[in-house]
């Protein structure tokens, strides 16, 4: 199986699976035990957090280890919203005593659906940051929407359907400036992308299984004097997040995110990666039937350099997914949360991508792994499956 869904997660490495093996083996006592075997599980999971302090170019103790990037966004949200609640806010001066959060339509359902759930809780009123016609959000109108019952802003670094990057720098001097809390979701950019030397805002959210780490290791980076009430009450992570860690899981991460970090001190791996998209895309748009031909989403807008969101506009995503799939390609639509709906993604939509082409939208996700001999299979794969749906399709019209 060629395995281009790597923003859905990716495989742990040999070096990874080795050190979880390992230290399940080794490291089983609670870290949190005075005992030598607790301790020496203890200084293991405190190395690993290192790694990826490290990786993060922060204060190894700024570091707070959940379970996934999920976890960590619902701290970072509900934390900093029930922080303010005890008093940070100014006291509003509008009659409508609600707090604000702003986000885009493009997030995650990590980030969505849980800022819908707090609004129809009553517990919050959404603002939508507007996007351009490219589905880049816009600083100007993200200044225009703060004001003293801003709780938040929380903005994806990259999006994990078409790879767009937002100006996230931008926005979050934006929110420096005006004092208010800014959350980045760096899930899709976090062990893919360099970080710049100091991280812009104020929380990140990251997950180790989207850079070679396992599965049940994510991670919130919160500034120190950040106000965050924690979410799972318990002594762990400094009280910030109980549950005893999953020692193992957490070298592996550790492992994954020193992997991430040298593989990104050389650009030119970076760039060799990127060109394997870039003719992958370039293959396929040559290659597939001209009538109506396919399409690259957000080919314009910048865009992480392992991600292709392809559209082929008289096809449907789930027959072809399950195509390429016999075929041997693990591709997806969308988000793989979302895959098995036929509804085309919104995310797609609010990126101004018109619906025909949503519906008949893929993502490949590529990985610093993937191989030139992958890519040429892969793209045979792709032209194929489309010839033939476009064949099946054009005889049932
Ligand atoms: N945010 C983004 C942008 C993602 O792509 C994902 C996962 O796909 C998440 C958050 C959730 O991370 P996790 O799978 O670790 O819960």
């Not at 008949?360 to 610093?368: K, V």
Request: proline fraction near 7%.
């Amino acid at each position: 199986m060629i395995y281009l869904d790597n923003n859905a997660t990716t495989q742990p490495t040999p070096a990874v699976a080795q050190a979880i093996h390992v230290a399940t083996t080794t490291l089983w006592a609670n870290p949190s035990s005075v005992h030598r075997p607790g301790q020496e599980a203890r200084h293991a999971l405190e190395l690993a957090r290192k790694e990826l302090a490290t990786l993060l170019g922060v204060p190894s103790r700024e570091i707070v280890l959940t379970s996934s990037g999920t976890e960590s966004i619902n701290l970072a949200i509900r934390g900093v919203l029930e922080s303010n609640r005890g008093g940070t806010l100014p006291a509003p001066t509008d009659p409508h005593p609600l707090p604000t959060i702003v986000t885009t339509r493009l997030e995650h359902t990590a980030v969505r659906d849980l800022v819908l759930h707090l609004e129809r809780q009553g517990q919050v009123e959404i603002r939508w940051l507007p996007l351009d016609a490219r589905g880049i959000a816009d600083p100007a109108a993200l200044d225009a929407l703060l004001d003293d019952r801003t709780a938040l802003v929380s903005v994806q670094w990259a999006n994990n359907e078409t790879g767009v990057i937002q100006p996230v720098e931008r926005l979050a001097e934006i929110c420096r400036a005006r004092g208010v809390p800014f959350h980045c979701d760096a899930v899709q950019w976090v062990g893919k992308m360099p970080l710049p030397e100091a991280l812009p805002c104020d929380l990140l959210t990251f997950s180790a299984h989207k850079f070679h780490g396992p599965k049940g290791v994510g991670g919130l980076w919160v500034r120190r004097g950040v106000g965050l009430v924690p979410q799972t009450i318990g002594t762990q992570e400094t009280d910030r997040r109980g549950g005893t860690e999953s020692v193992a899981a957490i070298v592996g991460a550790g492992v994954a995110a020193r992997e991430a970090a040298a593989w990104l001190a050389d650009p030119t791996a970076r760039a060799k990666t990127a060109a394997l998209r870039d003719r992958f895309e370039t293959e396929i748009i040559r290659r597939t039937p001209t009538t109506p031909g396919a399409v690259i989403n957000s080919r314009d807008c910048p865009r992480l350099w392992n991600t292709t969101s392809i559209a082929f506009p008289a096809l449907e995503a789930e027959a072809m997914l399950m195509l390429l799939s016999e075929r041997g390609l693990a591709a997806s639509a969308g988000a793989a949360c979302s895959s098995g709906s036929l509804d085309p993604s919104p995310v797609l939509l609010a990126m101004g991508i018109p619906e025909p082409l949503a519906h008949g939208s893929i993502r490949f996700s590529l990985t610093r792994n993937t191989t030139d001999a992958e890519i040429n299979d892969a793209i045979e794969i792709v032209v194929a499956a489309a010839t033939q749906l476009g064949r099946s399709s054009a005889s049932t019209r």
